[in-house]
DNA sequence: CCTTGAGTTGAACCTCGCTTCAACTTGCAG
DNA sequence: CTGCAAGTTGAAGCGAGGTTCAACTCAAGG
């Protein structure tokens, strides 16, 4: 088992493009060695990174809040099961909070296609949180984000 | 209740920017009459077209996919519950099918806390339809999109 | 009529997440 | 040593989803 893979492999091995990969490298979310030509060598813990990558923008996730989130992790030892343990039970609660919010919304939506709303005053949909605020009558969208 | 609204009031109701609405026009995602001095007037209905694309957004649906969605509804006339109902039933299945989704990259990423992994073969974090694909040893991320 | 706020347009600009390109240099097999 | 695939860089381009701007016009109150 070698130590470094080459960009072609890691992007062989991730699925990733070379050049997402070095896009990734510029916003500082993974690192490489270099060799004596100036070649790119990473190390294998990479792979966990970038499918961590992946996985959070599957979820929605910028890479910019990923760059912040993998900062958490030590950068003077190769990260253990736990420091990974520890950052994904964060992304765990993330997770949860998208599926929470997903599942809401279609509970939602199921209730306004039994009502015939999606124009109704005080529709959860229109209205998440009840927060309807006090400038005139009529209901408004208020979303996260 | 007055019919017909502005494209103030439409974005204050809406909490969509006035340049986002027009935007949204040109792209043939909601429509508007115009004044004899030439100025947007919407019909109530439309709010109920900017809700719904909001919440498809949320779920990560580009506008483009939208838009054709909304074009099911009749032009012809004012739509329906009914008509309603049906575009949701629809997208209530693309939610669940999200949902799904995003539940088992929970479990997954579970599962792979449980065993120290994010860098294992045969890990369903990197392999999630078991297609490894035969060049070479090693997982490969293989993800939708 | 005058003013002021609301609305109009097209064009330019912006961020995000990349990809493509040109013009090289490295690494390795034969 | 040759030859060729693989790697390097910075700059430019792209598509999505808008925002901002300048230079107007419209609508309504006093």
Request: positive net charge.
């Amino acid at each position: 088992m070698q130590e470094a893979l080459t960009i072609g492999q890691l992007s062989a091995r991730s699925g990733v493009a070379q050049s997402a990969l070095r896009y990734y490298e510029r916003l500082g979310l993974i690192r490489a060695e270099r060799t004596s030509g100036n070649q790119r060598r990473y190390h294998r813990t990479e792979l966990r990174r970038v499918a961590f990558i992946r996985i959070a923008q599957q979820v929605g996730i910028s890479l910019e809040e990923i760059r912040s989130a993998l900062d958490s992790l030590p950068a003077s030892r190769t990260p253990t099961a736990e420091d990974w343990a520890k950052l994904s039970t964060t992304w765990r609660a993330r997770l949860d909070e998208k599926i929470r919010l997903m599942s809401r919304l279609r509970d939602d939506l199921d209730a306004c296609i039994g009502c015939g709303c999606l124009s109704l005053r005080r529709c959860t949909l229109y209205n998440p949180e009840d927060n309807l605020g006090g400038e005139g009558p009529g209901a408004r969208l208020v979303l996260p984000g």
